[in-house]
């Protein structure tokens, strides 16, 4: 999705390299500005190739280093959404059970590969409660005005959508994702009610792609939902 700015920003404002700790932590970065379209070419391809072999500490890493380097190489415009992906990314270096590393002993490894996957799963949780609790406390989105705002910004809000409602609809609206957001996070814990929640979600964030043209935030926090699948059942299949 960045890919059609990377060229503007390699040319108008390349990454310095101010430190010997910056030319070795984004060593990649030297690469990019070279040639962008075999960097993300060849990350991209990692990618693929992720997706039908099974992910292991190696392809996990790489992944991750690729993305902390394309993500300091786009600083001027991230979003929420980068760093999201950036912590879930690190987070699943630790979850791969293959290869077996007989050092550590495949219990060990289960163990740290579960507790990656738990705290996965509270980072899930608590992205959305802080975000809700900071809803909560803010007037704007009690008032529905903060969803007043945002469907009168013409550079966020889709213009092919014409929407307008009484400020009662607005209301109910800033109140509908604040309970969302915070009943996620406390409910999605029992298993009952997790598929509701989660088929939610995606309608949310789906809602959020289609209406704000935000894309890259929505489909990263879908992505995210699957650390509440069944784990057990997939590695089966």
């Not at 072999?53 to 993500?71: G, K």
Request: charged share 10%.
């Amino acid at each position: 999705m960045s890919w059609y700015v990377l060229r503007d920003i390699a040319t108008y404002a390349p990454f310095q390299f101010n430190s010997g700790y910056a030319h070795l932590l984004y060593a990649p970065l030297h690469f990019l500005q070279v040639n962008l379209a075999c960097y993300l070419f060849c990350f991209l391809s990692l990618l693929i190739i992720s997706l039908f072999v099974r992910i292991n500490y190696i392809s996990a890493i790489l992944i991750f280093w690729f993305s902390i380097c394309l993500s300091r190489f786009m600083f001027s415009i991230l979003n929420g959404s980068d760093s999201v992906l950036n912590l879930f990314l690190l987070i699943a270096v630790a979850l791969p059970l293959s290869p077996r590393l007989k050092p550590l002993g495949v219990i060990t490894q289960e163990i740290i590969s579960s507790v990656a996957l738990l705290f996965a799963r509270i980072s899930l949780c608590l992205i959305y409660f802080l975000s809700g609790y900071d809803k909560l406390m803010s007037s704007a989105w009690r008032s529905g005005t903060a969803i007043h705002s945002i469907i009168n910004l013409d550079y966020f809000y889709n213009p092919t959508f014409i929407f307008s409602a009484s400020n009662t609809l607005f209301m109910l609206m800033g109140w509908s994702v604040i309970i969302f957001e915070i009943s996620f996070s406390l409910l999605i814990w029992f298993k009952k009610l997790r598929v509701l929640f989660l088929l939610t979600g995606i309608l949310f964030h789906l809602g959020i792609i289609v209406l704000l043209g935000f894309p890259d935030f929505g489909l990263v926090m879908i992505i995210c939902y699957a650390v509440f699948l069944p784990i057990k059942d997939v590695s089966k299949g």
